[in-house]
């Protein structure tokens, strides 16, 4: 069975945002603005996207 995958770019610079949000960023794999990732659709990856939601775009 094919893992759950989700794609997350980032949009907006982290320039300004609070330490944690900036180590959110980092943790779900996003250097600079627009770079992208791809991960594993967990309930542990949506709560982290969802912290950061104002500075991401994503797709399934």
């Excluded at 997350?8 to 945002?17: D, F, R």
């Excluded at 779900?28 to 709560?47: C, F, I, M, Y």
Aim: glycine content about 6%.
């Amino acid at each position: 069975m094919a893992e759950k995958k989700i794609k997350v770019t980032l949009v907006k610079s982290v320039i300004g945002t609070k330490e944690s949000h900036r180590a959110t960023v980092r943790g779900l794999g996003l250097r600079r603005l627009n770079s992208s990732s791809e991960l594993q659709d967990t309930p542990a990856v949506r709560g982290m996207i969802n912290k950061v939601s104002y500075l991401l775009k994503w797709e399934n």
